[in-house]
């Protein structure tokens, strides 16, 4: 059983930073695919990025392009999640969430959500 | 960028029966999954590659797909299914993930 615990809530200013982790216990992150979602508040869910097993490389979608880095340390088996050049649009909760390496497979499992609130 | 489409929300009666339809350009060709998230909790697995269904979802939950149209149907409805629900796809051309837009599913 894969378990995804998600760093603390974070209040950032408009320009800033902010690096979400992601910690995986149950299997290692090798073994795994993790993806990014975010959902602004009353708003549906958003596909950011991951890991592409097909060619070993990380994917963004178009609209974070520039702005975002997913990384890993396998050596903790921690994934992170930097996003820059924040505006008070991002302002949501970001999940981390992991899928097998099966073609088109789904997120089995998903972090709990960390809050980012991007405020002057 | 491809783009799936669901009705903002569907409304059903207890033991009764909900269709939340996922719409999308040949979506029939591509595999379909569907998450159901409540208020402040994460999204949940409930019905993968169109029509399967990870352990421990009840058997009341069930997916199909073809042509233009996927769609998941909770079947004796129950106030604990009170959600939102996305589907998802790959979107083959680009390697990217998409969301459904959400329906928001009102037990009566």
């Known amino acids: 059983q894969v378990q995804l615990v998600q760093s603390g809530a974070e209040v950032k200013k408009p320009g800033a930073s902010v690096k979400v982790s992601c910690k995986v216990s149950?299997?290692?992150?090798?073994?795994?695919?993790m993806h990014w979602v975010r959902q602004a508040p009353g708003k549906g869910l958003e596909w950011m990025g991951g890991?592409?097993?097909?060619?070993?490389?990380?994917i963004y979608a178009q609209k974070f392009q520039g702005r975002v880095t997913m990384t890993e340390d396998t050596s903790t088996d921690t994934a992170y999640m930097e996003l820059s050049s924040l505006r008070s649009e991002d302002t949501a909760v970001y999940y981390c969430a992991t899928r097998d390496y099966g073609d088109f497979s789904p997120f089995d499992y998903w972090g709990q959500g960390t809050l980012v609130t991007v405020s002057s | 960028s491809y783009v799936l489409t669901q009705p903002p929300s569907v409304s059903v009666a207890p033991g009764k029966t909900a269709r939340i339809t996922c719409g999308g350009n040949n979506i029939g060709s591509k595999s379909v999954h569907w998450y159901q998230q409540k208020p402040g909790q994460a999204p949940v697995l409930v019905i993968y590659y169109d029509s399967d269904r990870p352990s421990g979802i009840p058997e009341r939950f069930s997916g199909s797909n073809s042509g233009n149209t996927a769609t998941l149907t909770i079947s004796r409805v129950e106030a604990g299914d009170e959600a939102d629900y996305y589907c998802?796809?790959?979107?083959?051309?680009?390697?990217?993930?998409?969301f459904g837009t959400g329906t928001k599913v009102t037990v009566l």
């Open positions: 998802q796809v790959w979107d083959s051309s680009s390697d990217r993930g998409v």
């Open positions: 890991f592409d097993p097909e060619d070993g490389e990380t």
């Open positions: 149950g299997y290692t992150l090798t073994e795994l695919s």
